[in-house]
Every structure is written in C-alpha cells, then in structure tokens.
C-alpha cells in the first residue's frame, strides 16, 4: 500500500500481537518498523490529507480532528494491553520508512532512557470538583425577598462565608489527597485545571493531577482513590486510566489531557510530511 507513514509510538520489541481487527488512522491496520533496539507502530494514511499543506487545513477541521485523535488513540490503548508504548503526537507523519527509521535513530537515546523509566508503568488520571452546594438544587421555591438593604448585605456575608468555607474544604481535601497518591505513585504531575465550558464537566476542577504507577500497584492505587470519594459532601473524585503514560512522555508525548487519558486530541506533531522527505 502507497501512502504516507503515520506513527504512533515507540516502543521496545514485543511478542504479544495488537488485536486482529485493530484498524488505525484512515482505516489502515497499525504495523511494527523495528529499527536497531526499538519499534515504530505505523500505518499508511493518504498524501491527501496528511501532507504538510493538507494536515494544516485538517488541523482546523474539529470533526475530522475528532475522528483522528480516537483513531489514534484506539491504537495507543491496544499498545498499552501488550507494552510499554510511549505515544507520539497526534498526526506525526514521514515521507517513507527510512523517514521513520532516521527519527528513530536521532532520538534513539531519549527513546530508550524513556522508556526504560516508564518500563511497567501505567498513568492514572484524578480529578476533583467542588459541586453545587448541597441543597441547592433541590430548593423548590425562591428564597424569600430581603425586607431592608441590612438584611441584604447579612444574606450576602452569609452566601459568601459558605462559599469561602467550601472552598477551603474542597482545597485541603485535593491538597491531602494529591499527596497522598503521590506517595503511591512513582511519579506525579498536576496540570492546569480543567475549563468547565470546555470539558462539560460538572462543578469547578480544583485538582487535575496525573499518577505514574507500577501495573502491579494499580489495583491498590485505584482502591485509594475509591475510599475518598464520599469523605466530603459537594467535593466529587473521578478517576481514569489507565492509559499510555503521556504525561510523562517527555517532549515526544501527546497532548496532556489524553494522558490524563481521556480521550482528548493530542496536540499536532511537530514533524510532518515533508520535513522528512
């Protein structure tokens, strides 16, 4: 098959086969390129829409962007069944196999020592959301008009101390939990929060961290998140994974929210077709 090379990680040789069905970007079944010590899992994507001019204006194109990161990312989670993958950016395309080979040669030495310390390691992701105050939603009528603008302003000092108050809670209890699973973990990251028109998740995110844990700890690790997620009202915990460790990838990982593992577009790779031709 012609076509330009995707690539979706690098990874150490495995003998565990990907899923028979496995189709990746394109509708292309992924394939290994084994190049000295390492592996590049590949596909074949057309020059129509993965060439450095046509990927730019794919890039605006938020459906078709949509339908490349899941592509993607099936992939990755297959790898992560099998291996330790460590995930390349979303649409890092080369012209050929010796494009791919190259690459994988000029980064041979970052590609091993990363891989050697994500070796047996799966990332967890943990969020935590201050919710609507108890009670709040369930109130049927209004509250009752303020009778004098004293009676305001108490009405407000009051709102504004229960505010204040939740929020301190909901602070103390990410500030005790992140440390916590950070002293489980190997290794742990805490990104931004996350925007709530964006993510469409409920409530406001005041932790938004991601855990590098061994595999044989995880079950452990996930039993700790599951005991704090009713020890405060209005604070909810979620957790995901687990997933490739993007996180801690390096420079040659995906976007952070996938990662976090959540299904997000990792960001556009910094190679393209044509810079490798």
């Given at each position: 098959?012609?076509?330009l090379?995707?690539v979706?990680a690098?990874?150490r040789?495995?003998d565990?086969?990907l899923q028979?069905q496995?189709?990746?970007?394109?509708?292309d079944?992924p394939?290994?390129?084994?190049?000295?010590g390492?592996v590049?899992v590949?596909?074949?994507v057309?020059?129509?829409?993965?060439?450095e001019?046509a990927?730019?204006?794919?890039?605006e194109d938020?459906?078709?962007?949509?339908?490349?990161?899941?592509?993607?990312?099936?992939v990755?989670d297959a790898?992560?069944?099998?291996?330790t993958?460590?995930?390349?950016?979303?649409a890092?395309?080369?012209?050929?196999?010796s494009?791919v080979?190259s690459m994988m040669?000029?980064?041979e030495?970052?590609?091993?020592r990363t891989?050697?310390r994500l070796?047996?390691?799966?990332?967890?992701?943990?969020?935590v959301y201050?919710e609507?105050e108890?009670g709040?939603?369930?109130?049927?009528?209004?509250?009752?008009?303020p009778?004098s603008?004293?009676d305001?302003l108490r009405r407000?000092?009051?709102?504004?101390r229960?505010?204040e108050?939740r929020w301190?809670?909901?602070e103390?209890?990410?500030?005790?939990l992140?440390?916590?699973?950070?002293?489980?973990?190997?290794?742990?990251r805490?990104?931004?929060p996350?925007?709530?028109?964006l993510?469409?998740a409920a409530?406001?995110?005041v932790?938004?961290a991601?855990y590098?844990?061994p595999?044989?700890v995880?079950?452990?690790?996930?039993?700790?998140?599951?005991?704090?997620k009713?020890?405060?009202?209005g604070?909810?915990v979620e957790l995901t994974?687990?997933w490739?460790?993007?996180?801690?990838?390096?420079?040659?990982a995906?976007?952070?929210?996938s990662?976090a593992g959540?299904?997000?577009?990792?960001?556009?790779?910094?190679?393209?077709?044509g810079?490798?031709?």
């Amino acid at each position: 098959m012609t076509g330009l090379r995707y690539v979706y990680a690098v990874c150490r040789p495995f003998d565990s086969p990907l899923q028979s069905q496995l189709t990746g970007v394109a509708g292309d079944p992924p394939r290994l390129l084994t190049h000295g010590g390492l592996v590049a899992v590949v596909s074949h994507v057309p020059e129509a829409d993965f060439s450095e001019e046509a990927l730019r204006a794919r890039l605006e194109d938020l459906d078709w962007l949509a339908g490349t990161a899941r592509a993607h990312q099936q992939v990755i989670d297959a790898l992560t069944v099998v291996t330790t993958p460590l995930p390349l950016r979303l649409a890092t395309v080369f012209r050929d196999d010796s494009g791919v080979r190259s690459m994988m040669e000029e980064r041979e030495e970052d590609f091993v020592r990363t891989l050697g310390r994500l070796e047996g390691r799966v990332e967890w992701g943990v969020k935590v959301y201050v919710e609507t105050e108890p009670g709040q939603q369930e109130r049927a009528e209004p509250a009752p008009k303020p009778v004098s603008g004293r009676d305001y302003l108490r009405r407000r000092r009051q709102q504004s101390r229960a505010h204040e108050d939740r929020w301190a809670r909901a602070e103390e209890f990410a500030t005790r939990l992140h440390a916590n699973l950070s002293a489980r973990a190997d290794d742990a990251r805490l990104h931004a929060p996350q925007n709530p028109t964006l993510s469409g998740a409920a409530g406001r995110n005041v932790l938004n961290a991601a855990y590098l844990v061994p595999r044989d700890v995880s079950e452990e690790f996930v039993e700790m998140v599951d005991r704090t997620k009713d020890d405060t009202p209005g604070i909810r915990v979620e957790l995901t994974g687990p997933w490739a460790a993007y996180s801690f990838a390096g420079e040659e990982a995906a976007g952070e929210e996938s990662a976090a593992g959540e299904g997000a577009a990792p960001e556009s790779g910094e190679r393209t077709a044509g810079e490798d031709a």
